[in-house]
């Protein structure tokens, strides 16, 4: 299984490329074909060295997940259904082997408000907190989602180029999975990343 560049920060990017032998000036190339110019395949990756591209895609690959399903309303708001993976009942970001990874789905929602185009994101599978007016609660706790899942919803959505904000709203309790939604964040604030606004990003809790 290779690993996912999606999701990864600038320092983490630094460090990769050092063990791999690039140049340190690899690391913003590769975070602006993530983050900017949101490409699916390393081979897109056209600023870096046929050696290069050939040696990170023998261990990395890019991960964005495609959406598995679509639901459209009369308003245009468009519901997505994205596949993941997350360590079962962990309640901790932890490093587990593939076998402890079990197979889930989550959803995203775009909601158009006249030249705004919204993104309510997941950032776990299920939820542990039980609010029993809540339909996600009421599936249970499956596990946190991956800083790469997370971004991977903001560019695998049909509006990708023209979102204007996010809320984490979508399902799972976001500061229950705490530094993954922080990391997230940094990545979309970041002036390497998708250089968005923080006022354009609303984290939704219950009060965790």
Not at 16 to 28: I, K, N, Q, S, Y
Not at 44 to 53: D, F, G, P, Q, Y
Not at 122 to 136: A, E, H, K
Not at 140 to 151: E, P, R, T
Request: aromatic content about 8%; charged content about 25%.
């Amino acid at each position: 299984m290779k690993i996912k560049l999606l999701g990864k920060n600038l320092d983490e990017l630094k460090t990769l490329v050092a063990e791999e032998g690039l140049p340190g000036f690899t690391a913003r190339q590769i975070a602006q074909w993530l983050y900017v110019k949101k490409v699916r395949s390393i081979d897109e990756m056209t600023n870096l060295s046929k050696v290069a591209r050939a040696r990170l895609a023998e261990k990395y690959e890019v991960g964005v997940s495609a959406y598995s399903g679509l639901q459209i309303s009369t308003d245009g708001t468009k519901k997505y259904l994205f596949p993941v993976r997350c360590p079962h009942k962990r309640g901790l970001n932890l490093r587990v082997s593939e076998e402890e990874l079990e197979e889930g789905a989550v959803e995203a929602v775009m909601i158009p408000d006249g030249d705004r185009a919204t993104l309510c994101v997941s950032s776990q599978s299920g939820c542990r907190m039980g609010c029993r007016f809540c339909m996600t609660g009421r599936q249970g706790f499956h596990g946190h989602m991956s800083a790469a899942d997370i971004i991977s919803q903001f560019i695998a959505v049909d509006e990708s180029d023209r979102l204007t904000n996010a809320v984490f709203m979508g399902m799972g309790e976001p500061l229950d999975n705490y530094e993954t939604v922080s990391k997230v964040i940094d990545i979309l604030t970041a002036d390497w990343g998708f250089g968005w606004s923080p006022k354009r990003i609303t984290v939704s809790s219950i009060g965790v």
